[in-house]
Structure formats: structure tokens, C-alpha cells
């Protein structure tokens, strides 16, 4: 089972950038989510075990980027120009296979999420 713990978010102004971090006990291809209240989980960005394939969809392109230190086990989500629609908690995601999904049903093993807030 791989284990994951998130870090990084927190309440800042719109403009702003944050770095998340996805600690794994183990290599994977991994995915975030976020979640806003009262709406379904969305995808923002996944890459694969080694890095080989990185995905996001349009309406994160430009300003989200994601990488991993496979020395360390973790995946990072560097989001630039926050805006207030982005206020979620962010979820990490991962599963064993080297393929990447856009899918939630498609990871098993999820971290706890982060809070990310953005003031106007």
C-alpha cells in the first residue's frame, strides 16, 4: 500500500503562489485532485512513476505545474497566480501502475488533502 502525506497549503491572497508537496512511501504515478465545497472532485495534473508523461487539463495549463524528486519519493503541484476559484483542499493520489489516469476511481491510495484558500 503506498502511503502519502500532503503539505503546503494555506490562506493567502489572491496573486499568490503555493507549493504543494505529496510525500510517498514509495515511486508511482500520481495525481492531484481538489475538491471545492458542494462541487465534485476535479483533476488538475498527474505524471507518471518516472515522469515520462505529464497531463493537465485546459483550465489549469499556464499556471500549474507538477514535478517529483524521485530520490525523495514526492510529487509537487506549484500553483502561480492564485485566484479565489481555486479554493479547495487538494487531495494527492496515487496508484502502482507506471500509466497516469485522469480518473479518481482509478488511484486507491489518497492522502489526507491540504487547504488551499484564496482571498480576493
Known amino acids: 500500500q503506498v502511503q502519502l502525506v500532503e503539505s503546503g497549503g494555506g490562506l493567502v491572497q489572491a496573486g499568490d503562489s503555493l507549493r504543494l508537496s505529496c510525500a510517498a512511501s514509495e515511486r508511482s504515478s500520481v495525481a492531484w485532485f481538489r475538491q471545492a465545497p458542494g462541487k465534485e472532485r476535479e483533476f488538475v495534473a498527474t505524471i507518471s512513476w518516472n515522469g515520462g508523461i505529464i497531463y493537465y487539463p485546459d483550465s489549469v495549463k499556464g499556471r500549474f505545474t507538477i514535478s517529483r524528486d524521485n530520490a525523495k519519493n514526492t510529487v509537487y503541484l506549484q500553483i502561480n497566480s492564485l485566484k479565489p476559484e481555486d479554493t479547495a483542499v487538494y487531495y494527492c493520489?496515487?496508484?502502482?501502475?507506471?500509466?497516469?489516469?485522469?480518473?479518481?476511481?482509478?488511484?486507491?491510495?489518497w492522502g489526507q488533502g491540504t487547504q488551499v484558500t484564496v482571498s480576493s
Open positions: 493520489a496515487a496508484r502502482t501502475r507506471i500509466s497516469t489516469s485522469t480518473r479518481v476511481d482509478d488511484y486507491p491510495y
